[in-house]
């Protein structure tokens, strides 16, 4: 069994930042990576994220390129998602997840989810 306890959403106002994290624990030794997807209100989930198992290599949905920044403690095992200038479009549901396979865009790829941590952005 794998654990995500994540942690750091809430409300802010646009343009403001927030950090979101993840800690993984319990079988985590089949893990390729961690990263995040999120879904709003009436939308499908999409991904936003990911860090693979070593830490140094990254991926981002290509709208969120230069707002996001995803890094990994190896010592922990904890993910870090560093939102900036954050718009009400981003508004949403934050899964940390824990991938399986190295195809980090796809759900599919997907081995755990976590309960999801909730992000407001509104005047």
């Known amino acids: 069994q794998v654990q995500l306890a994540e942690s750091g959403g809430g409300s802010v106002q646009p343009g403001n930042s927030l950090t979101l994290s993840c800690d993984a624990s319990g079988r985590t030794e089949r893990a390729v990576g961690m990263g995040w997807f999120r879904q709003a209100p009436g939308k499908e989930r999409e991904f936003v994220a990911a860090?693979?198992?070593?830490?140094?290599?990254?991926y981002y949905a290509d709208s969120l390129k230069g707002r996001f920044t995803i890094s990994k403690t190896n010592a922990k095992n904890t993910a870090y998602l560093q939102m900036n200038s954050l718009k009400p479009e981003d508004t949403a549901l934050y899964y940390c997840?824990?991938?399986?396979?190295?195809?980090?865009?796809?759900?599919?790829?997907?081995?755990?989810w976590g309960q999801g941590t909730q992000v407001n952005v509104s005047s």
């Open positions: 997840v824990l991938y399986i396979r190295g195809f980090y865009s796809s759900a599919g790829s997907v081995g755990s």
């Open positions: 860090v693979d198992s070593s830490g140094r290599r990254t």
